[in-house]
Structures are given as structure tokens and as C-alpha cells.
């Protein structure tokens, strides 16, 4: 592993199914995030972690859940999907605790469709 | 208003031209400033931050006017592989100054 890995690539899934996106990070970094993509909005910051065992929300947290068991994994879970939780999930993390003032490694993203 | 606001573009430049953007922001307590490129299907990687003194990378300059809140990028001598999305990025004061991206400004760099 190089850096920060996500999976699935993509996924259809069908509404009101359970979904956990997988986040993998290699850097030994505090800070991680997710974050959802849509055509003409920016990134919009879901959960992030300042440190393995803690957990905030972010703009967007309504029908997601995350957890820090650990520095590396970051998982993100839909309980029950929606069709507007379709869009593009990155995960990122940094290595300062507040992540504003270093650079954020993204991982490659995931597209999830719900239909 | 959008807390961080570009233009979506595209933005149809000319290989070798120079290209700049703006980006502005609302929240005058933000404290740092970033660029980053995201190409088509991919995830963003951070070009340049953005000091308040200016700064510059080979063929990027990125500056910054507090009094007028807005973020600012030139690119000179643009190359075809210029051609991606630039996002201007803020941090929210409000919000354990956590980062507010923009949409993103589309550049095409034509042969």
C-alpha cells in the first residue's frame, strides 16, 4: 500500500441497503476526512478525525456514520441509502491535527450510485 | 453566496498563453489558502498554498488580497497537460477551520 487506498472503485446499490465505503491509510497521518463530490459543488466534508478515537462532523453528516478504531482504516457507513447519496466519496487524510494548514492526500474515490 | 466562489469556466486558452483565475472568499477570519488540480476522474493533489506575501513555482503564481478577500492563480507558458480543474480551497473559521472547497474552475489548453 502507497498512500491512501478506497474501495469499492464504484458501486450500485439499491435503496435503503446498507453500504460501508473502506478507507486505508500507509502515512501514519492524524487527520482524516471524507468528503462528497458533486457536479458543479465543491467537495463537501462529511466526517473527519482529528486522531484515532475521535470523530467530527463536518457540512454534510446526515445519513452517514464513521469511526477511528485505529490510525490507518477510516470507514464510512450508510445505513440506508438514499438516491441523492449518489455522487463521488473521497477519503483524505494529513498530518497535523487540525488539517487546515497541510497539504490533504486524497485517495482515488468512489462512485456510488443509488437507485 | 457560496463561502468560496469560482468561475466554472472552461476556460479555452491557447498552448503557451497565460491564464489566471480568481476565487473569492467570505469568511475574512480564514487563515489558509490552497490551490489544488484535480484531473478528469481523479482525486484532487494540492498545487500551491497560498501565502499572504505571494508566492510563485515555475510557471504558478498564486496570490492573495485579504483586504478584497479573493485567491488569485496565473499560470504562464501553459501546456496542453495544464488542462485539468483548479480548485480553490479556504479554511472555515467557523468550523474548527476545517477546508472549503470551490467548484472548481475548468482550463482546456489547446495545440
Known amino acids: 500500500i502507497a498512500g491512501i487506498t478506497q474501495a469499492p472503485t464504484s458501486q450500485i446499490l439499491a435503496a435503503g441497503r446498507r453500504m460501508t465505503l473502506r478507507c486505508t491509510q500507509d502515512?501514519?497521518?492524524?487527520?482524516m476526512y471524507w468528503y462528497r463530490q458533486d457536479l458543479g459543488l465543491g467537495l463537501r466534508l462529511i466526517h473527519y478525525s482529528n486522531t484515532a478515537g475521535t470523530t467530527g462532523k463536518g457540512e454534510v453528516p446526515d445519513g452517514y456514520s464513521v469511526s477511528r478504531a485505529n490510525t490507518d482504516d477510516f470507514p464510512l457507513t450508510l445505513a440506508s441509502a438514499v438516491p441523492s447519496q449518489t455522487s463521488v466519496y473521497f477519503c483524505a487524510s494529513s498530518d497535523e491535527l487540525s488539517g487546515s494548514y497541510n497539504e490533504q492526500f486524497f485517495g482515488p474515490g468512489t462512485r456510488l450510485t443509488v437507485l | 453566496r457560496k463561502e468560496v466562489e469560482q468561475d466554472p469556466g472552461p476556460f479555452n486558452v491557447p498552448e503557451g498563453a497565460t491564464v489566471a483565475f480568481n476565487c473569492t472568499y467570505s469568511?475574512?477570519?480564514?487563515?489558509?489558502f490552497f490551490w489544488y488540480r484535480q484531473d478528469c476522474r481523479k482525486e484532487p493533489k494540492l498545487l500551491m498554498s497560498?501565502?499572504?506575501?505571494?508566492n510563485e513555482d515555475g510557471r504558478f503564481t498564486a496570490q492573495l488580497n485579504r483586504a478584497s478577500q479573493y485567491i488569485s492563480l496565473l499560470i504562464r507558458d501553459s501546456k496542453l497537460s495544464d488542462s485539468a480543474t483548479y480548485l480553490c480551497?479556504?479554511?472555515?473559521?467557523?468550523?474548527?477551520?476545517?477546508?472549503?472547497w470551490g467548484a472548481g474552475t475548468k482550463l482546456i489548453i489547446k495545440p
Open positions: 469568511n475574512s477570519a480564514s487563515q489558509s
Open positions: 497560498v501565502y499572504s506575501s505571494g
Open positions: 480551497v479556504v479554511n472555515n473559521a467557523r468550523s474548527n477551520y476545517q477546508l472549503i
Open positions: 502515512m501514519r497521518h492524524n487527520a
